[in-house]
């Protein structure tokens, strides 16, 4: 069978990489993506939104399933004109994607099924919105805990956590006002700042039966000690420390099955991966928000712990029968994965760098380096081609020891402002479960 997968990014490189090791795969082909996919797998030409010429390209070439990465397509209803065209695609529809594409759609869902999750207001107004929380908070403006959330999708930028009223509207003016995140600030939510510990879990599903997969933890925060902006990503580990398997079995029934239940009364019903980014309060689990792929770095140490046939899973899924296949085995061992950026991220930054080292830490035992911003010069080197650079990832006896072979790799790696976080997986490391080899 021949497959493709949709996108240039890290997750698509983790997904074209363990697609080809399915002996179901015939020929992987991945559009259009990045310096890491073509060399394991076939890169297309092809612009992930032009939908008719991905259309042509997989009948042309016989594709069996097309996977679909990224939410920007996807909410767009690229799985729409794949099935409409009689092609066998795994992502949700256009409708169902708006879980993730519009954060007032999630809360109705939310609503809806009863599910727990922050308070929250929407607005319209960014003026509107400064002026009522001036009147609210008039005596005390140093103590403003909020979340300010574009509606839209903002490559996970669209979120900024506060802590006195100067920062609300600091950001307020940034999402509603200046619309420095486009059309993602048409609208926006105000929520109450959830406290606990952050996790997330990941599900498949076909609309009918729910495989949920091993927790991971993402590092949204650019800097060490979880300082700075919000990122898409610097790093992830999995499996998460704080998502034990009776808290996993409750986040399925309680947040999981109803979510897709849900989805399903309202005639919206869900087939691919179920993303939910959770708060872990003391009082259980909360829904910050639902992504509808894989996340991106915790798509990356999740797939180096699968030893299944990916292709299978997926193939099942499209095809409406996940609840007939074997569960899936997973390596035992913890993976770690570091991402590596551009000098300047998450804001302005360089391309063009080329980046040495790839070759050494591609020799290290139990690391993988998925490429996510990089494409291939005229020479046929890798050059740094985005915001996010590469995802090093590596397996371990313990988390310690992935964390150390994954900075091992790092430290091999080089270009012009190349940089990342020291402590990915450090909060997890001083619990002794962790250490035992």
Not at 184 to 201: N, Y
Not at 276 to 290: D, H, N, Q, R, Y
Not at 357 to 382: I, R, S
Request: some cysteine; charged content about 25%; proline content about 6%.
């Amino acid at each position: 069978m021949n497959v493709l997968v949709i996108g240039n990014g890290g997750r698509e490189h983790a997904l074209a990489w363990k697609l080809k090791q399915s002996p179901l795969a015939d020929r992987v082909f991945v559009a259009p993506g990045n310096a890491g996919t073509a060399r394991d797998a076939e890169n297309v030409p092809i612009a992930m939104l032009d939908f008719p010429a991905l259309i042509k390209f997989a009948k042309d070439n016989e594709v069996g399933l097309t996977v679909v990465g990224p939410e920007v397509p996807l909410c767009q209803g690229l799985s729409d004109a794949f099935r409409k065209a009689g092609l066998l695609v795994f992502g949700p529809s256009g409708d169902a994607a708006q879980l993730e594409g519009s954060k007032t759609y999630c809360k109705k869902i939310l609503r809806a099924g009863n599910i727990d999750t922050a308070r929250h207001w929407r607005f319209t107004s960014g003026e509107q919105a400064i002026e009522e929380l001036r009147l609210l908070h008039a005596d005390k403006p140093e103590d403003v805990p909020l979340v300010v959330k574009a509606d839209g999708l903002a490559a996970g930028k669209g979120v900024v956590v506060c802590r006195d009223l100067a920062e609300v509207e600091a950001a307020i003016e940034s999402i509603a006002i200046r619309r420095d995140l486009g059309d993602a600030g048409d609208s926006f939510l105000l929520e109450e700042k959830l406290v606990g510990i952050e996790a997330s879990v990941l599900a498949i599903t076909d609309g009918k039966a729910i495989l949920p997969l091993p927790p991971a933890q993402d590092h949204k925060a650019a800097y060490d000690n979880d300082q700075g902006p919000n990122t898409g990503g610097m790093g992830a580990y999995c499996p998460s420390i704080d998502v034990e398997p009776a808290l996993l079995d409750r986040i399925t029934e309680e947040i999981l099955v109803p979510t897709v239940h849900t989805m399903k009364r309202q005639n919206n019903p869900f087939s691919g991966v179920l993303y939910a980014g959770l708060m872990l309060c003391t009082k259980g689990p909360k829904v910050i928000e639902f992504n509808v792929r894989f996340g991106d770095p915790e798509c990356q140490p999740v797939l180096m712990r699968l030893k299944s046939d990916l292709l299978e899973i997926l193939l099942a899924t499209a095809e409406g029968r996940l609840g007939q296949i074997e569960p899936p085995v997973w390596d035992p061992r913890p993976a770690v994965c570091v991402v590596i950026a551009s000098d300047g991220y998450p804001g302005n930054y360089q391309t063009g760098h080329v980046i040495s080292g790839l070759e050494a830490a591609a020799k290290l035992p139990d690391v993988k380096v998925f490429h996510a911003g990089t494409q291939l010069n005229a020479q046929g080197e890798a050059i740094t081609a985005g915001g996010r650079v590469l995802g090093v990832t590596a397996l371990g006896d313990n988390i310690a020891q992935a964390k150390q072979r994954a900075y091992e790799a790092v430290k091999l790696i080089r270009w012009k402002g190349a940089w990342c976080r020291k402590d990915i997986a450090d909060k997890a490391i001083h619990l002794p479960q962790w250490n035992e080899a």
